[in-house]
């Protein structure tokens, strides 16, 4: 079997990552590609609401079939078949759900032995077996750490797991993308310069 490419996408908030991953995705003559847009997002606040909102919108031309999915990657893989076109989106939003899972109870991930090496471990995995339906992948997810450090705890472990993550990903992707102010920065893969 012949896995699919995966493509990474990452850059600062609203700097077009989400727009130009959706048009690698719906480019090209092939109307029957089914498309698969694997969001992360919770709508908690009004903003993270009308950001929902705008993702919706700017996907209402093409028929997107939509999975919400905060948590849990691997629960998507019932849902993918072959051959399918895939934007997860986005990982940053993903590894905050998961890190305070079991807030609820006093217990987040992020205070809990070895929690996040285990969903670690379960979102590579996931990925490895979308890659083996999928046609093409992408993950976006935001860069933070060009920011200076915090002085809180938790968003520096956040920060690491973050970076991590991102380099483990970018291992894996044939292509590796930095959305800077709108323009893509091919830093891994056929249009690397």
């Not at 989106?89 to 996040?116: F, K, R, S, V």
């Amino acid at each position: 079997m012949v896995r699919g490419k995966l493509t990474f996408i990452s850059g600062g908030v609203r700097s077009g990552k989400s727009a130009y991953a959706e048009s690698l995705l719906t480019a090209g003559d092939d109307c029957n590609r089914r498309l698969i847009y694997i969001a992360s997002g919770v709508p908690t606040d009004a903003e993270m609401k009308t950001r929902i909102e705008k993702h919706q919108q700017d996907r209402a031309d093409f028929n997107w079939q939509t999975i919400e999915q905060p948590m849990n990657l691997s629960e998507v893989l019932p849902f993918i078949q072959q051959g399918d076109y895939i934007l997860w989106d986005c990982m940053t939003t993903w590894l905050a759900n998961e890190l305070y899972e079991g807030w609820e109870t006093g217990m987040p991930c992020i205070h809990q032995p070895n929690c996040m090496e285990k969903k670690e471990l379960a979102l590579l995995d996931s990925i490895q077996q979308i890659l083996g339906k999928a046609t093409h992948f992408i993950i976006v997810s935001n860069e933070v750490l060009h920011d200076l450090p915090s002085k809180y705890d938790e968003t520096e472990i956040y920060r690491k797991w973050l970076g991590l993550l991102h380099q483990k990903v970018v291992g894996m992707a044939d292509i590796a993308i930095e959305m800077e102010g709108g323009i893509p920065i091919y830093w891994k893969g056929e249009e690397a310069r």
